[in-house]
DNA sequence: CCCTGGCACTCCGTGTTCCCGAGTGCCAAG
DNA sequence: CTTGGCACTCGGGAACACGGAGTGCCAGGG
């Protein structure tokens, strides 16, 4: 039924749309890609692409546009992910060069991938759960009352001020600290519990009821808590894209931290790249979005994803090859840090 | 020249045209406003408050619309800032409660504060230069590197990975964390760098060379790199304001640390809430927008500062009780914490 | 001296009409 | 199966008219 010329045209239809932003009609294509047929023998091929759902005319007399099955079939077997150039490369490392701390790594880089695609930026922090404790501090503040910090593998601080049931002096504090860290150094994060749990074994009873407020902020923190903070970045090319109509909604989406989880996280596939386009997408208000993540970690472990969302009408190669560019170099950074 | 009812008539003026988004004209103003006058009297002082720059038609046959200045006139002598009603305080308690660390805080604020004003709520986080230091911590991370932790007394923590010019055994990192600690504790940022420069002699030379390293560090984080974060939320609402020009602008200011910070900081007086209207904003992209802000601050300095940027049209009296209201209960768990 | 009603005038915005052009679908011929 | 021709459709822009809101000004009255 899709025989190679009716792809072909459809390949035209979808980078012409993306490139001008006007439903693209059969004489424009047979002038502009070199076909080898006539716009005659185009609008036939144009009716079969239209009667299997890939094209779609706003009006009876109007050019054609993509619809969201057409750039579905695009991107699946029409188009190449394209290398960034080497400017491109060369900016990617300055621009992420450099000891840098893991707030710095995660702000630079989206906003990196947003001035580099002209979309806009979403990138997600390091999951917890996949790393490792690295430390584990305890700041006294006020007779009752301690700071907790915690430390992972990845860089990540988290930090929590915790009252305490009863007044602790500062010799328990140091000896509570040296027990936690002798226990939890180096456990993944996935084993805290168990080993959580084992503790208060190995304390003194009059330290119990301190250590069992403590132990549960950890768990707390560490565990239940790891509703991971994503940041995203260059709204202002939302406002470029001829948004007009919901743009809003893409606006309160981009605010909305769990809708940003989910839209990152549901991987369908096991490509390293995954592209949502327009309707595929599960909220509304992002209908007329598409997002192109990948996810990306230190060594073979992804950590966490990144991606951007923009127009559906988006050069798909480019921006593709601009997100799994980002996400290997971040990848090596967070590996050689 | 502007007797007490052309004072009534500019005032009308601005309430209308920011209930109604229209220019507004004499005979609405007559209707809706019992100001004992006709609407030819008022024409009469609708002439005199357009010479005098107040007000302005956007076309002959047009009704009036505020300027700047007009908003100025308005906002220092015409209103009354308005406290919140007693839900609406309610709800800033509800959103706040809780003993939280700050950036919780930060983060329900700004949302607290967007969805209270339905304008773009910007937080500044408490500055470091005005805290004190609570705690310094060395975490050993590899043979020559390790991470480094900084407490502040506002709940602040910033951590930094340092690569060290030597091996450094683990009871060398313990003595070098108590001095400085010894040192630092409750030294105000102010002091840091003094205090930070009389630190070696008290070490054994051997520590020397990478206690320089950790203390230009530390100076480099608390001091010179007081570029402090902001954030925003609402971003929703400016779609909702009629922005169709210029929003692109607005959010690229957003989105720019440095203008933020300006926006915020450049008090312009010694009152509490500072208001900046369209033009009287120094960046070209906000014409068009206004600012509310406020300091807030544990106690009675004040740490950082807030606000909420919106349309020009805006309702000051009620935006500035919603900022001046939340500033004060931020500062009121601030100091509670 | 200030307020008021009346009046002529000015435009904005809206609705209508009309036309042009791009693009299509179909058909018959090569 | 491809191609040129042809009639048809429709969206969008230009031209136009018109109603209404609002103004400025002026003369009369308290």
Redesign the interface.
Known sequence: MLDDRKLAVLRAIVEDYVSTNEPVGSKALADRHNLGVSPATIRNDMAALEDGGYIHQPHTSAGRVPTDKGYRLFVDRLSQVKPLSGAERRAIETFLAG???LDEIVTRTVRLLAQLTRHVAVVQYPSLTRSTV??V?I?P?AETRV?L?L?TNT?R?E???V?LPEVIADDRVSHLRAVLNAALDGCGLAKVPETVAALPERLSPEDRPVAATILSVILETLVERHEEKIVF????N???ADFTIG???V??A??EQVVLMRLLGETDDLSELTVRIGSENPYTGLRGTSIVAAGYGAGDKELARLGVLGPTRMDYPVTMGAVRAVARYVGQILAG?
């Open positions: 000891t840098l701390d690295r430390h501090e700041v503040l700071m910090v430390i860089g601080v930090q929590r001020v009252d970045a260059g709204a202002a939302l406002a470029a743009l809003r909604d606006l309160e981009l605010e840090s």
